[in-house]
């Protein structure tokens, strides 16, 4: 064999996984088709899972790793030109107005005692704050009622992260194709292993391996904004998490990202909707009436591998050793794509995988 592994998938998964093997000295392609609407291209980057009661325990447990790993992986990269705008800013959830403050008791209760139950997260801290306190920090609030702040958690820039990535791979020796990849027949010849990471297009090659991936397309859409001038800059203001499960994620250069949409059923359509811009923006002007004279720089469309479970595909294929699928994500990818490119890496190579990857296995109940 020409190399050690083929990565099919230039997004964060494939590019972290690139890294991971050629930094370990293994001999690398990754290959790139640079679709439209990959999700890394458009997420917001929120890497603060103490917050999520939504997952399920084995995914929070994935995501906790992944964010553990973040700084290690940040330090790695920094050596290179590229700024991956990795910061930890912290993440405000909130509830606004009356309605949203009867239910927010039991969230707050959930997360503290998961917080002191499972220990993490534990380089930081995670606390409930007053309204005042919270308009303080994030001044674009309106009728903030209670809130709970996690000060550690992180904003991560996902296009210049893979870019870091792609970038440090190749300095390590990987070759970057940019070129499709229509069967694995075409570069399983080439290597000892190929990890297919090609997100919500990675179901294209199942038939070919005899399996099932079960991953769908699902659009979201995500505007941003520009602060109006007289709050100031946004460089160090928290993130928030609303309670209707949508974000805002503020930037310096007094810049904001609101959104997004979860969109099932959407192919692979990667355009903006009068709908799905309305929604995001009435939903961020809802919490956030300081918004309101905002102007709108762009929207951003990306198509999240999404999985019946909501969990990632990360494992070998049954009876093709040598391939191994990492997908799935959904809308965490980029807390915990980089390190579940690195697990995957590190499976495809033989080497020590320091997570269980029973529960994200590809032969699953997905029910």
Known sequence: MAHDLIVVGGGVVGA???HRAATAGASVVLVDRKHAGRATDAG???????????????LLDLAAAAARAYPGLIAE???????????????????????????????????????RRRGHPTDHELRAIDAEEA????????????????????????RKLAQALLAAARSAGAEIRHASVDTLGEVMTEAAAVIVAGGAWSPRFGEELGVTIPVEAQRGQIAH???????????????????SDQYQVAWPGSRIAVGATREAGSGFVATTTVRGVQAVLDEATRVSPGLLDAELLEVRVGLRPVTPDLMPVIGRVAGRPQIVVATGH??????????????????????????????????????
């Open 44 to 58: 917001a980057g929120i890497v603060g899972p103490a917050l999520n009661t939504r997952d399920r325990p084995e």
């Open 16 to 18: 972290a996984a690139a």
């Open 135 to 158: 308009r303080r920090r994030h001044p674009l609030l309106g009728d903030v009622r209670r809130a709970v702040l996690d000060t550690g958690a992180a904003r991560v820039d996902g």
């Open 330 to 367: 959904g809308p965490t990818g980029l807390t915990n794509g980089p390190y579940s490119g690195r697990l995957a890496a590190d499976l495809a190579l033989g080497r020590v995988v320091d997570h269980d990857l029973a529960p994200f296995a590809i032969d699953r109940d997905f029910a």
């Open 77 to 115: 990269l920094t050596s290179g030109s590229i700024n991956t705008g990795y910061e930890r800013v912290g993440l405000l959830a909130v509830a606004i107005g009356e309605e949203e403050s009867r239910r927010f008791q039991q969230f707050e209760d959930l997360v503290l005692d998961r917080c």
């Open 225 to 243: 904004l520009a602060v109006p001038p007289e709050f100031g800059d946004s460089a160090d203001w928290p993130m928030l998490s609303q309670r």
